[in-house]
């Protein structure tokens, strides 16, 4: 399979036109806040987003969702759709309990800072000062490790340990054979996305509040923010209100095979609820204090091109600051997405995952189309969050379909339909992940990045848009 992805990266062809070889300047800054204040909550909006919602169940992309709208610190809409089991036939509600996978990292980068807040710990602290066994972090800080900048290997490289996700692993064998492997990188120097990096500050967590992290993540978070359906995985027994967890094999639902707690702390580990998440959208930035909120809602410092804030990746949308994450493990996947300046959250969770490599729901992208609904953009003003868009491209050229409309004449020039069968995009298999990378100004366009995972590989992507909103270039790398 490795050497068959291989011979695909080599002959994939580059779709970019002439202009993209031009010398990149520094990435732009950050446009000006405008504020906007969402309409009113209606009748209207609640059954546009229910046909968005069951849209995607008539369209067999998941057994089950539920979908909840926070406006000015309210719930003001949460649903469920679809069922919760397939076998007993129980549907979904509000109050269904899921895995929400790396939506975690929210909750221990804010663990973290509340034990800054508390002077217990500094984001500066080398992190060998609490966890002194992994050697080859003698220069990682607190803080590297929230921002993805530490440099710290892929625990899933690592020598001497079963790889297997579904079976248990303990801490000190994961931490004494990441230490007989080198860094990735100096730290601080680059962002790449490594759930070890939140495994480590949860081990850090628990050291300094000599508390396990459930029992921290409760008395410090949940029980705050009355977040009654909350724990974390092995903490306790799955409840009746658990969503069961599916994934799509040859075109048929089956339950999906769980993942160790243990390769999930502080990184994929938390169970909860619609209901919840809003509570914690509405409280986490009283929770924390507003330097805390800053870090957390900030990309890593000194790092150029970083999108990565603490546990949140840092956005724009039609100018506004759009902070969101999502997370998917075996049998779920999630959305939380936030305007802050807005006030206004999205929350998307399904029963099933695309981990297999068929098409299932993305709620990331029924996330945005839920957003289009209640907070929708000023006409003529174009959306610096092209999730959707840079999703809907990678379809398009998968399937040999292009919509010349959106493309500015140059590009549609240069983009011939025998130059979209060579890249034989169709041959990478299904979209498993989506990440943003950084943008930056080229030639007048303004250039999106993005790491895309697939089933049969990675390719780095690039988005280029015209001020007028039209696709410039697209570009697709192997490593």
Same mark, same amino acid.
């Given at each position: 399979?490795?050497?068959?992805?291989?011979?695909?990266?080599?002959?994939?062809?580059?779709?970019?036109?002439?202009?993209?070889?031009?010398?990149?300047?520094?990435?732009?800054?950050?446009?000006?806040?405008?504020?906007?204040?969402?309409?009113?909550?209606?009748?209207?909006?609640?059954?546009?987003?229910?046909?968005?919602?069951?849209?995607?169940?008539?369209?067999?992309?998941?057994?089950?969702?539920?979908?909840?709208?926070?406006?000015?610190?309210?719930?003001?809409?949460?649903?469920?759709?679809?069922?919760?089991?397939?076998?007993?036939?129980?549907?979904?509600?509000?109050?269904?309990?899921?895995?929400?996978?790396?939506?975690?990292?929210?909750?221990?980068?804010?663990?973290?800072?509340?034990?800054?807040?508390?002077?217990?710990?500094?984001?500066?602290?080398?992190?060998?000062?609490?966890?002194?066994?992994?050697?080859?972090?003698?220069?990682?800080?607190?803080?590297?490790?929230?921002?993805?900048?530490?440099?710290?290997?892929?625990?899933?490289?690592?020598?001497?340990?079963?790889?297997?996700?579904?079976?248990?692993?303990?801490?000190?064998?994961?931490?004494?054979? /990441?230490?007989?492997?080198?860094?990735?990188?100096?730290?601080?120097?680059?962002?790449?996305?490594?759930?070890?990096?939140?495994?480590?500050?949860?081990?850090?967590?628990?050291?300094?509040?000599?508390?396990?992290?459930?029992?921290?993540?409760?008395?410090?978070?949940?029980?705050?923010?009355?977040?009654?359906?909350?724990?974390?995985?092995?903490?306790?027994?799955?409840?009746?209100?658990?969503?069961?967890?599916?994934?799509?094999?040859?075109?048929?639902?089956?339950?999906?095979?769980?993942?160790?707690?243990?390769?999930?702390?502080?990184?994929?580990?938390?169970?909860?609820?619609?209901?919840?998440?809003?509570?914690?959208?509405?409280?986490?930035?009283?929770?924390?204090?507003?330097?805390?909120?800053?870090?957390?809602?900030?990309?890593?410092?000194?790092?150029?091109?970083?999108?990565?804030?603490?546990?949140?990746?840092?956005?724009?949308?039609?100018?506004?600051?759009? /902070?969101?994450?999502?997370?998917?493990?075996?049998?779920?996947?999630?959305?939380?997405?936030?305007?802050?300046?807005?006030?206004?959250?999205?929350? /998307?969770?399904?029963?099933?995952?695309?981990?297999?490599?068929?098409?299932?729901?993305?709620?990331?992208l029924v996330a945005n189309r839920i957003l289009d609904v209640v907070a929708p953009l000023p006409p003529a003003h174009f959306?610096?969050?092209?999730?959707?868009?840079?999703?809907?491209?990678?379809?398009?050229?998968?399937?040999?379909?292009?919509?010349?409309?959106?493309?500015?004449?140059?590009?549609?020039?240069?983009?011939?339909?025998?130059?979209?069968?060579?890249?034989?995009?169709?041959?990478?298999?299904?979209?498993?992940?989506?990440?943003?990378?950084?943008?930056?100004?080229?030639?007048?366009?303004?250039?999106?990045?993005?790491?895309?995972?697939?089933?049969?590989?990675?390719?780095?992507?690039?988005?280029?848009?015209?001020?007028?909103?039209?696709?410039?270039?697209?570009?697709?790398?192997?490593?």
């Amino acid at each position: 399979m490795a050497n068959r992805v291989a011979c695909l990266l080599l002959a994939l062809v580059l779709i970019v036109p002439a202009a993209a070889n031009a010398q990149q300047p520094a990435p732009q800054g950050q446009p000006p806040q405008v504020q906007l204040s969402p309409p009113p909550f209606t009748a209207d909006r609640a059954r546009a987003i229910e046909a968005i919602a069951l849209g995607e169940l008539h369209s067999g992309s998941t057994p089950g969702l539920v979908v909840g709208v926070v406006e000015d610190g309210l719930l003001v809409y949460a649903h469920g759709f679809g069922s919760a089991n397939l076998e007993t036939h129980r549907g979904m509600s509000v109050s269904t309990q899921f895995y929400v996978g790396s939506l975690t990292r929210q909750f221990t980068a804010a663990a973290v800072l509340l034990l800054a807040q508390r002077k217990q710990l500094a984001l500066t602290d080398k992190i060998t000062k609490y966890v002194p066994e992994l050697t080859i972090a003698k220069n990682v800080t607190i803080q590297e490790l929230l921002y993805d900048t530490s440099g710290l290997p892929d625990a899933l490289q690592a020598p001497g340990i079963n790889h297997d996700l579904t079976k248990p692993v303990k801490i000190d064998d994961l931490l004494h054979a /990441v230490d007989r492997m080198p860094l990735t990188f100096d730290p601080g120097t680059k962002s790449q996305y490594n759930n070890l990096n939140y495994t480590v500050a949860a081990l850090i967590v628990q050291r300094v509040s000599q508390l396990p992290l459930s029992v921290f993540f409760s008395t410090n978070i949940f029980q705050p923010l009355i977040m009654t359906s909350s724990f974390l995985a092995g903490d306790q027994g799955v409840s009746p209100a658990h969503a069961v967890g599916y994934t799509r094999t040859e075109g048929k639902f089956v339950r999906a095979k769980s993942w160790s707690p243990a390769w999930l702390s502080g990184n994929g580990d938390l169970v909860t609820t619609a209901d919840d998440l809003a509570k914690w959208d509405i409280g986490m930035p009283l929770l924390l204090d507003v330097d805390s909120v800053r870090a957390m809602w900030s990309v890593a410092p000194n790092v150029p091109g970083s999108q990565y804030g603490m546990g949140w990746i840092i956005d724009q949308r039609g100018g506004q600051q759009f /902070v969101w994450h999502a997370g998917q493990i075996p049998g779920f996947h999630a959305m939380n997405a936030m305007l802050p300046n807005q006030h206004v959250a999205v929350i /998307v969770l399904a029963n099933t995952d695309s981990l297999s490599g068929e098409s299932t729901v993305q709620p990331e992208l029924v996330a945005n189309r839920i957003l289009d609904v209640v907070a929708p953009l000023p006409p003529a003003h174009f959306a610096n969050v092209i999730l959707s868009r840079a999703a809907e491209w990678l379809t398009r050229l998968a399937r040999l379909d292009i919509d010349r409309t959106q493309l500015t004449p140059a590009f549609s020039e240069y983009l011939t339909d025998q130059l979209v069968q060579q890249t034989n995009l169709k041959a990478m298999g299904q979209v498993l992940s989506l990440v943003p990378v950084e943008s930056f100004q080229r030639s007048g366009d303004t250039v999106y990045v993005f790491d895309v995972r697939f089933r049969r590989g990675a390719l780095r992507y690039q988005l280029a848009l015209s001020a007028d909103g039209k696709i410039d270039g697209i570009q697709l790398q192997g490593d």
